[in-house]
């Protein structure tokens, strides 16, 4: 069945590059997502990758896709305390824009 | 701006009595979803409206219903709320079904079940 899997919890200090890890189980999947959820706010689309890609590269964000492995990460460099929030990896399913979300990785930053 | 909203933030409602969350949108967009992200959970596709047409996933309960009377609004009726229904509900909306159509989500309701 569909599955996305993501670490709870990653700490990092401000300036450090953040790297937050999901593996998915659907190999058909086309599209694969990370969006940011702030306290008290809805999920905001970060960025995406199209599975015939590898890597993905967006200002502070690089997502590279290791489709073999069905494994998913986003980079977040020269973390600051802004970027602290929840992270979710989702994958796009069947032929109706289903999202299939992992549980969430909180990124905490500390000075 | 264009955007989602949801109605109320916090919604606290009793075991077993009838609850009705919405949702708007200015974006003019097709699609209408629901989801429910449990504590530390991820978000959970309840159903969508595409249009008109409803299209439940299979493993929601029967208990939770949906009507969307325009295209700017869709609700989402809970008919008897149980413990296990506390959660944050989601509303999400995009353009159309095919690929890559962005969801755009609300900033949820958080819903409190005594």
């Known amino acids: 069945g569909e599955d996305v899997e993501q670490s709870l919890f990653l700490s990092v200090r401000e300036g450090d590059s953040s790297v937050i890890n999901c593996t998915y189980t659907?190999?058909?999947?086309?599209?694969l997502y990370w969006y940011k959820q702030e306290p008290g706010a809805g999920l905001q689309l970060l960025t995406y990758?199209?599975?015939?890609?590898d890597m993905k590269q967006d200002q502070r964000l690089t997502v590279l896709l290791n489709k073999k492995d069905k494994h998913l990460s986003l980079r977040i460099a020269d973390t600051q305390t802004g970027d602290s929030a929840i992270y979710f990896c989702?994958?796009?399913?069947?032929?109706?824009?289903?999202?299939?979300f992992g549980a969430g990785t909180r990124l905490a930053v500390h000075p | 701006d264009a955007m989602v909203i949801q109605n109320p933030r916090y919604q606290v409602t009793q075991f077993g009595k009838p609850v009705t969350l919405s949702c708007s949108q200015t974006?003019?967009?097709?699609?209408m979803y629901w989801y429910q992200q449990k504590s530390s959970q991820a978000p959970k596709l309840l159903f969508h409206?595409?249009?008109?047409?409803?299209?439940n996933e299979a493993d929601t309960p029967d208990n939770f219903q949906s009507r969307r009377p325009n295209t700017s609004f869709c609700f989402l009726d809970i008919r008897s709320p149980g413990l296990g229904d506390a959660a944050m509900y989601l509303c999400?909306?995009?353009?159309?079904?095919?690929?890559?159509?962005?969801?755009?989500f609300g900033p949820g309701t958080r819903l409190t079940v005594l």
């Open positions: 999400a909306t995009s353009r159309d079904l095919g690929q890559n159509n962005e969801q755009f």
């Open positions: 989702a994958e796009r399913s069947g032929g109706y824009n289903k999202l299939i």
């Open positions: 409206y595409y249009d008109k047409d409803f299209n």
């Open positions: 990758i199209f599975s015939n890609m």
């Open positions: 974006l003019n967009h097709n699609v």
């Open positions: 659907d190999s058909s999947s086309t599209y």
